[in-house]
């Protein structure tokens, strides 16, 4: 077994074609026999694969119908992420194992707390033939740091100062931030910070000049919002090999159920969200398969902190003993996702929430804290909205569990443009939802002052200032083990004294065709292997 | 006043009726629509929403004027042929409907031809072997198949043909965007299916049941008493007066597949208008809501009037009663 067997069984692995390995192993002057035969650790790795080049890949997905879009930068519905992936590529990714890895970057780090230096790869193409150069990197850096463009990336973005980037030379790019922020890093490898050409769409996320012009692995050839998109192989893909599908064909469907008759009948390839009710009659078909992504997804339950009865930390220590978590995670997400501990992002290596005591149902010690904070026989409304799986679920298993705690929760299920309009983030009790981010990042959208989605009021909180303060020398501390300890105990403030309920995290449940092969299990926020990694690690056997 | 008389006068009075329900069900429509909770700006923009965007859009897209203003811009655009501009989709509603009322139509329409006559043959059939075994038989699937709701009968069809039992019929309908749904015959035959099984027990027991009565008339026992061949007086006698009722049910039913393709529609994912308004109502795309149930609401009164005008021009004494007056 030689050396470049090695070299070209992981180019397998990472998604090389027979026809491929032998034009590679020319190149690398490695000696093939006659007939094309290859070392044996590499057609054991093909046979492994069993890769097979084209074809149309139909998926499911749902969206927001007519309202949907494409663009480089920006999401609202599934069907808008599901696009975007096909598309554009992004500086760096976070990976299966939410690890950061580079994409178009070559080179990615901050040089100090408020500095950071971005070098892409050489001769990279759009899709209309432009060379990528760190001005397209610089534009793109700018959109989304355009406030009044609303790009879904802007929130991570405050500490950009979009005047103080100074390009060294054509691939690099040297970025002066107003503030230390280590977790602009992670911001830059977010799905939808895809990098765009200049004079991309300037003023709007619904179209404009090149707003279809991408480096990603399919080009847009047709788009019908709320119905289907038609993407095409870029065949300048710069990854080489990939992407496998000559075609990738995107359909809304408004109906989960239809999707599954869709999948059931061969009409499509995969869906994203299986109904849990319907699992199992998908389960029973050899020809498909149910995926499973264990993902930091969670839908708290906010109490807002300055708000009564939530004022007193005893009232909200008491509420966090009402959850009987294991319930929530069996009967509200019919056991897709596992319990959580009140603390966020999991897969963050700084995550605590698993070294602090697990809090478990105890509706005893939940009615003497509430009659040491004189707050017996308490009435409160919970409003909740059917905008994401297990909140209402959840909202309705908690006032069930609260009921032994001498609380009595009227559960208030209102459509998600309710929940969500003039009166969010002003409710003093209420669900929610989110992706998976890791700590810091997720502080900055959810609990410091001045976050986009505050929903607990946690800067209102008596000892907020030392949580401030924390959260400022951890984005300036560079070394990991260091920061680390800093996050730890920013966490433990929120586990004891915090707004959040947070009783699981969820999975997401999709499905596909055994026809199709490559999804590897991901611990991200999108579904399918973040959709095979835009279309591309995917592939017909 | 001669417009007033006779049937030239029914139709007019009827057409002003019918004009004074559409403007009723506009204002309950508007009404309605205002009273719904959220708002279209923040189910455009999403959780994401800043105050500032959800304020400008709402000021581009007319929220922040007072009700009244806004009922009369909807309702004289409508007037004038402009049903408005869809919240969601930034384009005006009629071209986003056009297709989608073309694709409505045609399901409705093959759904129609197939069951009105069928539902005629089985009720004058059923009718003409009463108390025969076929007509129990028909009697009693007709009976459980119009307690069924749509959705039921759907996804029942799904299961046996589509995705369970059989593997015959694709059980939901992927068509190409532009490319009209004509062009997929198989991917059709499972909503007609649903539509005509919705359709035809009504249309079938109500022909059943004023044959059984026209059957034992004087004139028909006169008839049968000339000689006339059994199959020449139940088609050449009995049929033709037993069709206005008929006609009657058969009207309210093809106005109710209006509202019916809404479910049939989401269970198959037809482009239709019925797909079209579940997405709107998603999305608070108010005037695509509005437009869509006036212009539902529309077909009922026009298919209400048709029968009507039908039942008196296939019914002798109505029409000399009418031309008397």
Redesign the interface.
């Known amino acids: 077994m030689t050396s470049a067997d090695e070299a070209l069984s992981r180019e397998v692995e990472r998604g090389m074609t027979r026809p491929d390995l032998l034009r590679r192993a020319a190149a690398l002057g490695i000696v093939v026999a006659a007939g094309g035969s290859l070392g044996p650790l590499t057609e054991a790795a093909l046979a492994r694969t069993q890769i097979r080049r084209g074809g149309t890949f ?1 998926l499911a997905v749902s969206g ?4 949907d879009f494409i663009d480089g930068q920006h999401i ?2 599934k069907s808008d992420i599901a696009r975007l992936m096909t598309g554009w590529d992004r500086l760096a990714y976070i990976d299966e194992k939410f690890r950061i890895q580079l994409e178009l970057a070559s080179e990615l780090r901050a040089e100090k707390a408020n500095q950071i230096l971005i070098r892409i790869r050489p001769g990279i193409e759009f899709h209309n033939g432009k060379t990528l150069t760190i001005d397209d990197v610089i534009y793109s850096i700018r959109r989304t740091a355009t ?2 463009l ?1 790009l ?1 990336g802007n ?1 991570a973005f405050q500490s950009v100062d979009p005047k103080r980037m100074k390009k060294l030379d054509n691939r690099t790019v040297r970025l002066f931030l107003k503030r230390a922020d280590v977790t602009l890093i992670e911001a830059f490898a977010q799905y939808f910070q895809g990098i765009v050409p200049v004079g991309y769409a300037p003023k709007s996320f ?1 179209g404009g000049p090149l707003h279809t012009i991408g480096t990603g692995p399919f080009k847009l050839q ?1 788009f ?5 998109s038609v993407h095409v192989k870029n065949e300048n893909y710069w990854r080489n090999g990939q992407p496998y599908f000559d075609q990738v064909v995107i ?1 809304n ?3 989960d ?2 999707k599954v ?2 999948l ?5 390839d995969a869906m994203t969200d299986v109904p849990f009710a319907q699992v199992p ?1 998908v389960r029973r078909r050899n020809n498909l398969k149910i995926f499973i992504s264990q993902t930091g997804a969670w839908t708290p339950l906010c109490m807002a902190v300055d708000q009564e009865p939530f004022t007193d930390v005893r009232v909200r220590r008491a509420f966090r003993l009402l959850a009987n978590r294991p319930q929530m995670v069996a009967q509200g997400l019919s056991g897709a996702g596992r319990i959580a501990n009140d603390i966020y992002s999991p897969f963050d290596p700084a995550y605590a929430g698993d070294d602090f005591p697990q809090r478990k149902y105890d509706p005893e010690q939940a009615r003497s804290l509430l009659k040491a904070a004189n707050k017996e026989n308490l009435t409160i409304d919970l409003i909740t909205s059917p905008a994401d799986t297990g909140m209402v679920e959840g909202a309705t298993i908690f006032a069930e569990n609260a009921r032994a705690g001498g609380v009595r929760v009227n559960v208030k299920n ?5 929940l ?2 003039p009166q ?1 983030l002003k409710w003093t009790f209420s669900a929610d939802y989110w992706g998976t981010r890791s700590y810091l990042p997720q502080a900055a959208f959810g609990s410091l002052a001045g976050a ?2 505050n929903e607990t009021h946690w800067d209102k909180y008596p000892n907020y200032p030392r949580y401030a303060r924390l959260y400022r020398q951890a984005v300036a501390t560079v070394d990991d083990r260091k920061r680390a300890a800093v996050i730890r105990d920013m966490q433990r403030m929120e586990y004891d004294d915090g707004g959040h309920i947070i009783w699981g995290f969820k999975n997401l449940t999709d499905a596909y065709s055994t026809k199709v092969g490559g999804f590897k299990p991901d611990r991200g926020t999108l579904n399918l292997n973040k959709y095979g990694n835009g279309f591309r690690t995917i592939y017909f056997v | 006043m001669a417009l007033w008389r006779g049937i030239p006068g029914f139709i007019v009075r009827r057409l002003l009726l019918g004009l004074l329900t559409l403007f009723v069900v506009s204002v309950i429509i508007f009404a309605a629509t205002q009273a ?4 279209a700006a ?9 105050p ?2 959800l304020a400008a859009l709402r000021e581009q897209l007319g929220l922040n004027e007072p009700a009244l203003q806004q009922y009369l811009d909807w309702i004289g655009g409508f007037l004038t042929g402009d049903l408005g501009t ?5 384009i005006p509603v009629s071209e ?1 409907l056009g297709d989608r009322l073309l694709y409505s139509a045609f399901l409705m329409l093959i759904a129609a031809l197939i069951s009105v006559p069928l539902g005629i043959v089985i009720g004058a059939v059923s009718a003409r072997r009463r108390d025969t075994a076929f007509d129990h038989t028909m009697s009693m699937t007709t009976l459980g198949l119009a307690a069924l709701p749509e959705f039921v009968v759907g ?1 029942t069809l ?1 299961v046996l043909f ?3 039992v059989f ?1 015959w ?4 309908v ?1 068509t ?3 490319v009209g749904p004509w062009n997929y015959p198989k991917e059709l035959i499972l909503p007609t299916a649903t539509l005509v099984i919705a359709v035809v027990p009504y249309t079938a027991r109500i022909m059943r049941a004023s044959m059984v009565e026209i059957l034992e008339s004087d004139y028909v026992e006169m008839a049968r008493l000339k000689g006339l061949s059994e199959r020449l007086v139940l088609w050449r006698h009995a049929v033709p007066n037993g069709l206005a009722p008929t006609f009657q049910v058969a009207a309210l039913n093809l106005a109710y597949l209006a509202g019916g393709i809404v479910v049939v529609e ?4 037809y ?1 239709g208008i019925g ?2 308004l ?3 109502v ?4 108010m005037p ?1 809501v509005q437009a869509l149930a006036l212009l539902i609401a529309g077909l009922y009164v026009a298919l209400n009037m048709l029968a009507d005008i039908a039942t008196i021009l296939v019914s002798p004494r109505l029409r000399t009663s009418l031309a008397a007056r």
């Open positions: 139909r927001a119908g007519a309202s609202v519905a406030k009044k609303g879904f929130g619904r047709s019908t919002p709320g119905r289907q359909t469907f408004p109906d159920s239809a008759n869709a059931l009948g061969g009409q499509i009659v209102v459509p998600g443009g309710e969500y309009g969010y986009a989605f | 719904l909770p959220g708002d923040r189910s455009i923009l999403g959780r994401g929403a800043t500032e965007s869809s919240l969601a989709a930034n986003l996804l799904v589509s995705t369970t593997q019929l694709p059980g939901v992927v190409e965007p532009g989401t269970v198959f994912n482009p797909l079209a579940v997405e709107a998603q999305s608070r795309d695509v």
